[in-house]
């Protein structure tokens, strides 16, 4: 079966540096997300992708965000200068568009420690 | 997209019906009520979704009243691998493409 993968599954990183965040969608899906949980909290969406542009984003996908499909595979996030607060885990999604359901299918997550 | 209300947590032993409520008495016409559940940290999965029929599928049944203001969803014989957060999310279906705004959820604990 198909599924959405994550890479590094854990990062951990000192405050104000850039971290890249990986992500390998569902190869015939169109639509991408990144959602993001703060340990004990809700999960959260950040951002929608298509047609290489951001569809939907957050009040929490700030300047410091930044989101890439770079090749025909990945699907990246980026965060330019990390704080304290990034501390998450963060979860890529994807989905197919079309008439069906469109459900959302959600990687394992990238668990970003930033000290 | 509609407000929903679940019970903070719930039991259920193993091998026994787990039945999960949902309330979204906001519910509109062309909006559909959507199941996921996350089991520890790992990334949430989509169980099932209906408009106003029942629905059933390998996972789980949907049952959505007939006013559509409430739906159970129900785990016919749980296993201790059902143990996950349940959430129970409204929003608008066929060609949906938008975010998932996902609440509080319900913590379902299966017992041996």
């Known amino acids: 079966e198909p599924e959405v993968t994550q890479t590094p599954s854990h990062q951990v990183t000192q405050m104000g540096q850039e971290v890249i965040l990986r992500c390998v969608p569902i190869?015939?899906?169109?639509?991408f997300y990144w959602y993001r949980q703060i340990l004990g909290q809700k999960v959260e969406f950040l951002v929608s992708?298509?047609?290489?542009?951001?569809?939907?984003k957050s009040e929490i996908f700030d300047d410091q965000f930044s989101v890439e499909r770079p090749d025909g595979s990945n699907f990246t996030l980026k965060i330019r200068s990390t704080k304290l607060e990034d501390s998450a885990m963060y979860f890529c999604?994807?989905?197919?568009f079309g008439t069906g359901p469109n459900e959302q299918f959600f990687g394992p997550g990238t668990r970003l420690t930033v000290l | 997209d509609a407000k929903t209300t679940q019970p903070t947590s719930m039991d259920c032993a193993e091998g026994r019906a787990a039945n999960l409520p949902c309330n979204h008495s906001?519910?509109?016409?062309?909006?559909?009520v959507y199941w996921y559940r996350q089991i520890h940290s790992q990334g949430p999965q989509y169980i099932i979704h209906?408009?106003?029929n029942n629905e059933t599928n390998e996972m789980a049944s949907l049952i959505i009243t007939e006013d559509r203001k409430s739906s159970t969803l129900i785990l016919p014989h749980a296993t201790l691998r059902d143990t996950a957060v349940y959430y129970c999310?409204?929003?608008?279906?066929?060609?949906?493409?938008?975010?998932?705004?996902f609440g509080q959820g319900t913590t379902l604990q299966v017992k041996p």
């Open positions: 999604a994807s989905s197919y």
């Open positions: 190869s015939n899906h169109l639509y």
């Open positions: 992708f298509y047609n290489n542009e951001i569809s939907e």
């Open positions: 906001t519910i509109s016409g062309n909006e559909y």
């Open positions: 209906g408009l106003k």
């Open positions: 999310i409204v929003r608008l279906g066929s060609g949906n493409t938008g975010k998932l705004i």
